[in-house]
């Protein structure tokens, strides 16, 4: 962990304005907690809500707090691989590569107060990437059969979910394994395949859980809440 000494996390928000303020509140607790310095990074993604303005209202915020800011970038790419991309692109410049450490979440997503730290812990023991678990936040749009399928199914055969909710990893590892690939789904996986195939030292980490969103209508396709939705039409 000496070695890194300054954290970047980058979120794609598309049309997010009612969950983006518990996000960027969760990630300012994060931040707080964090012993070096953070960035977050918002990648509004072709939003045609008023996410821009919970960023300008937060801002801030972010920089009444030592050693933290918040940005964002508008752009109209409708691909949530892209979005991810482009703000890791803006997260890697003007860095010392030795020293960033760098974290994707999901703007209907909240991180636990540790989230930052705990990777931290993990690179002191010789990680190179973090990845870490979902849960669900509120079931409130789900029937309990399709809870109860979901939690079982999920600890079953142990952890090895890719989730970009909750990914982290070394700037050195992301430019070795190549980027987030330009997918409109699954570009978490396919990075994390990409992680392996060069040899990176990998943590299927169960201490820094994120809650995620259980709605209906996802932002992705493919992504959790087609999850869900798929298991909602197997136990109808």
Not at 43 to 48: A, G, P, S, Y
Not at 76 to 100: E, P, T, Y
Not at 165 to 183: D, E, I, K
Not at 203 to 229: E, Q
């Amino acid at each position: 962990m000496s070695s890194i000494s300054r954290v970047r996390v980058v979120i794609p928000a598309k049309n997010e304005e009612a969950l983006l303020p518990d996000c960027l509140r969760s990630m300012l607790d994060a931040a707080r907690c964090c012993p070096v310095a953070v960035d977050v990074i918002v990648v509004l993604d072709d939003c045609t809500d008023d996410s821009a303005a919970v960023i300008a209202e937060f801002a801030p915020e972010y920089a009444r707090q030592a050693h933290t800011a918040l940005r964002s970038r508008r752009v109209a790419l409708s691909n949530v691989g892209k979005a991810r991309a482009l703000g890791m692109d803006v997260a890697l410049l003007d860095a010392k590569i030795d020293h960033l450490w760098l974290a994707t979440t999901d703007a209907d997503s909240t991180v636990p107060a540790h989230w930052l730290s705990a990777q931290l812990d993990h690179v002191r023991k010789g990680a190179s990437v973090v990845v870490g678990t979902v849960r669900v936040g509120d079931w409130g749009e789900r029937p309990a059969d399709v809870r109860r399928r979901a939690e079982a199914e999920y600890v079953a055969n142990g952890h090895h979910h890719v989730h970009g909710a909750n990914l982290s990893f070394t700037a050195a590892a992301y430019r070795r394994a190549g980027g987030f690939p330009a997918l409109s789904c699954d570009e978490d996986v396919a990075l994390v395949h990409a992680f392996e195939a060069v040899g990176e030292t990998l943590v299927w980490a169960t201490d820094l859980p994120v809650s995620t969103s259980g709605r209906r209508l996802g932002r992705a396709c493919g992504g959790f809440a087609a999850y869900l939705d798929d298991l909602e039409e197997d136990t109808a």
